[in-house]
Structures are given as C-alpha cells and as structure tokens.
C-alpha cells in the first residue's frame, strides 16, 4: 500500500508539472489580458495603452463590418468554411506574431480584384490594415480595454470613428446594408434624425439590430451616440 501510495503522489506531481508546462507553452506580451471569450468592449475595467491593438474594441469589429458580414463569413454562411465572427475563427486564418505569413492579412492588403473585402465593396483604411497587422504581430491575443469615454461626443472624435471600425463596412456608397449608408457626415445625421441610427444600435423592437451578427455596442458608446443626436447631430 506505500509502494501505491508513492507511486499515486509522484503521478500527481508529474501531472501538475506537465499541466502548468502546457500553460505556459504559448507566451503573451507582459500586462495583456487574455480571455476565452469577447466581452463587451468597455467593460474590462483595464485603461487601454496607446502602444498595443485590442481585439474586442477594434479587430472584431472590424472584421465584422469588412468580412464577416450577412454573405460572406459570417455564422450562417461561413463562405469557405470561415466563420470570421469570433476570436476562434478568426484565430484559424492569423498566425500569431507573423503578420505576413498570416492568410487573413494577405487577404486583405491584395489590391486585385480576389482582394477581401471583394470589390465593390472598400478596401481596407490603411490605419485599419496597420492595426491588424500590428494586432498579429503583438501576438494576436484576446484582449480587451476600456477606451469610452461619454464626455467626447464630438462628431469627428468620437461618432465618427466608432462607425468607421463598426458599422461603415457594411453601410457605404457601394455596399448599402439595409439601404443605409454611414460613410459621411450627411448619411449618418439623416439616419439620426430618423431614429433608426439610434434604434439599430440599441436594439430597439421593430428596428434591424446593428452590428449584424456581432455583439451589441456597450453602453458607453451607446451613450455618445445618444448625446450626440441629443445636441442637434453637430459636424464638429
């Protein structure tokens, strides 16, 4: 019975020594927060860092309005077997730290006619382009900051920008989702002045939620939005 009981207490030793030698297999950059699934962006209580990209408050979004839209690689129609609307699918096409050896930034910095997103839609910002590739260089992690702040909702720093990483891939001049487009100053104020703008984001009965297939804005940026319309939809 000792010679057993040995035997069990070095198999659980080597258990958890082979246990925490997997965890540590893959290392992260010091001070990101890694998590298994996307929350909704600003609520991580974390002050995001102006040197590092984050996943759930700019990548997601981004590939959800460019690439994973009703279609093309969204849950439903996983065009080619990619299913691009979650940090596990998205995963299966970068290779962390190598950029250029990633299939999803190869994708999208092709200026063919088989670039992604396909013409007619919009390539790619080259600001965007720059954030991915430095999200997968970085390591390509899961991560997540708080970066909302309600006291700026200013058009130009504020509204402007959120619709442009989450919501212009799929409404603009050549891709109308819906009918709407919010690529520029005067489409974004007609839909505020409507109340659909508003309804979309906050999910309001009998108005199409937005993002599409994506997690619902974080009351924050729901916030800006509303205090926005609130002040007569300024261009400022």
Not at 101 to 114: A, F, N, Q
Not at 147 to 158: G, H, I, R, V
Request: hydrophobic share 35%; proline share 7%.
């Amino acid at each position: 019975m000792k010679i057993m009981s040995v035997k069990t207490g070095l198999l659980t030793v080597v258990t958890v020594l082979v246990f925490f030698a997997c965890k540590h297999e893959i290392p992260f950059p010091a001070g990101t927060t890694v998590v298994t699934e996307v929350p909704n962006p600003g609520t991580s209580g974390r002050t995001c860092s102006p040197d590092s990209v984050y996943f759930a408050n700019e990548i997601q979004p981004m590939i959800n309005a460019s690439c994973a839209m009703a279609g093309c690689h969204d849950a439903v129609t996983h065009e080619e077997g990619l299913n691009l609307t979650t940090y596990t699918g998205i995963l299966k096409i970068v290779s962390p730290r190598n950029a250029g050896g990633s299939k999803l930034y190869k994708e999208i910095i092709r200026t063919d006619k088989d670039r992604m997103p396909p013409p007619p839609m919009p390539a790619m910002s080259t600001d965007q382009l720059a954030k991915i590739q430095k999200w997968i260089n970085q390591g390509a992690v899961n991560n997540v900051c708080d970066k909302c702040d309600t006291t700026d909702f200013k058009y130009s720093t504020a509204i402007k920008p959120l619709l442009a990483t989450k919501c212009v891939g799929c409404h603009n001049s050549a891709s109308l989702g819906g009918g709407v487009d919010l690529a520029s100053y005067a489409t974004v104020k007609t839909s505020a002045l409507s109340g659909k703008l508003l309804g979309s984001v906050k999910w309001t009965a009998g108005i199409s939620a937005m993002p599409k297939g994506g997690v619902k804005m974080p009351d924050c940026e729901i916030t800006q939005i509303q205090k926005w319309i609130n002040a007569g939809t300024p261009n400022n």
